[in-house]
């Protein structure tokens, strides 16, 4: 038995270890229940739930590009309903912590989708998505506007029972201010990064190769613009940190524990390597136990600069 | 559904750019369904970073093989694979064909590297008594893809080969032969051949599948990168790895 500990806490939530599955590359963790253990793992954050449906983009939604992907799934979700009727209930079957994100177009939509979710015992956090970039309404324009993540942030905390983080959007020039302003309004943690927006053209026709025209970079591309958020955020605020942004290894997951994350999330790499999140976890503990450190949670904001 | 490290077995050149890569993976051949796919990690480096989706092309004993085209950086990786080397592949995805059914004459339509998926279910279309007739089209006789074809006529855009003009018509010019058989169409190609099959299909009630593609990321659902319109539902769109790729041809609107 490892006397390695793995455990951390997001604020109030404790997880088993800091491995999470970021929202939108997993689903409803069915699908890639068939590859890893969610026993195992830290967590898993659903796929954008909005009040109703949303049926999402047409295609082309991916492409790929130099070390990364572009993405315009446009949130494509069954819903707060659905989402409660039919997904809950396999979730829910697991030792894992389950992540609810939520996608709105306006607050009151915000506050409603977590009023519905939040009764149900299963669910151990929220995090508020107010940086996608690829819907026309909500999305990018709350993440750019201070004022109305904090308003966001203030009105979901009122209603929420649960913890509630807010995932903040790296398309912006100063990212701690974001992450002070949902302090501020009462977030339990940050989550850094969401997709860079991005374009690609083909040459031959002149169109963009996403239907959408600009779509989310993510993938190793981005890891270096992640990391340096998540830097700027520990050493401006005083806000728990999720590290997001092309983690491909459990080297890299390890970096952004250094650069300042208690947590981190799994994204892009889950559609190449499925069972990663599970594959990490031994590889972990030999780091920490290779670096003499005995709980994994020392590790976060460890940088020497 | 298995990642597995599969060996490379062997690489031939069946055609112009037209490559057969042979992988030893038992659980994966002895899972497989003919239309299923599978999603390869081509290098170990994030060029290419995405899994590459590839048709499977045929089944021996315990191992799979998939045909390609190389036309890009995956492809190209692939063509130059050695007997030995491993690769890294999940599978079988999707749903596959259906291979029963009330018909006697399955009347296969390829277009071009859309041949893919045909000589694994021809081979098991036959092992049910069923009838083979194959239609296949390219753009020259470069792109004509015969391969473990049976009873096969081609169509060239530029009569290179075979019929001039484009699989479609070559199908309706056969028609009246075989419309009093009682027959079902299993089609692969580009959405543009396919688009027409459809029209075909709907204009003499024909019933058919069809075997799409997309671009993808993940080749299992979590995704969601390979929507297709429904057909039945305008406010459903459906996923060409795990709905797909085969299709009713009614079932889905093409882009």
Redesign the interface.
Known sequence: MSEVDLSVSIGPLKLRNPILLAS????YGN??A??VDLNKIGGIVT?SLSLK?R??N???????T????L?A?GL?NVGVEEFLKTKIPFLQKFDTAIICNIAASTVEEYVECTKLLTSEASISAFEINVSCPNVKEGGLEFGNDKKAVARITEEVKKVSTKPVFIKLSPNVSRIFEFALAAKEAGADAVSAINTLVGTAFDITTRKPKIKNITGGLS??AIKPVALAKVLEIKRNVDIPIIGIGGI?SWKDAIEFMIAGASAFQLG?V???H??ISETMINELILYCEKMKITSIKDLTGSYIL | MFLENATVESVTQIGTNVFLLKLLSEKIANQAKPGQFVNIKVSDSNFPLLRRPFSICNIESNSFSIMFVTIGGGTHVLQNKQPGEILDVMGPLGNGFSLNGEYDKAVIVAGGIGAAPFPYLIKELVKNGKEILCLTGGRTKNDCITYEMQNVSTATDDGSLGFKGNVIELLASKFNEIKNDKIKIFGCGPNVMLKALQQFCKTNEVEAEISTESSMACGFGICQGCPVQSATDENKFLLVCKDGPVFNVKDVILP
């Open positions: 939108g590359t997993v689903g699908e890639i068939e590859f796929k449906p049926k999402g047409s295609p082309q939604r991916v492409v790929e130099p070390s990364g992907m993405n799934i494509a993938g190793p491909f892009t889950n559609f190449i499925p069972n």
